[in-house]
């Protein structure tokens, strides 16, 4: 009897079909989550640690921006500057704390 497996008693060219069945699977799962769940996450599970927050985000750059806006005056922003460089240290300005 001639089935799709057999072919001449042999596995028939159907065997190397399930193979790209299943290649074809895998691929569109993986095409489905990048373009899905893992894009509301940054990027996917390969993103280095330290990009958790963006740059912009600091609080140094919060509050030059709030200072820059006009929303706090002069001497609030060296209050506050003042506060921030005690409990974050002074980095990338030549280690000097």
């Known amino acids: 009897m001639q089935t799709l497996a057999t072919w001449n008693g042999g596995p028939g060219p ?13 691929i569109g799962a993986v095409t489905f989550l990048r373009r899905t769940a893992w894009r509301g ?7 280095p640690l330290d990009a958790a927050r963006p740059a912009g985000d600091s609080p140094l750059a919060v509050l030059g921006r709030r200072f820059a806006s006009g929303e706090i005056d002069e001497d609030e922003y060296w209050r506050r500057l003042s506060v921030l460089e005690e409990q974050f240290g002074r980095a990338g300005k030549g280690g000097a704390a």
């Open 41 to 47: 996450r940054g990027g996917g599970p390969w993103r």
């Open 14 to 26: 159907w065997i190397l079909f399930f193979p790209l069945i299943w290649a074809a699977v895998v």
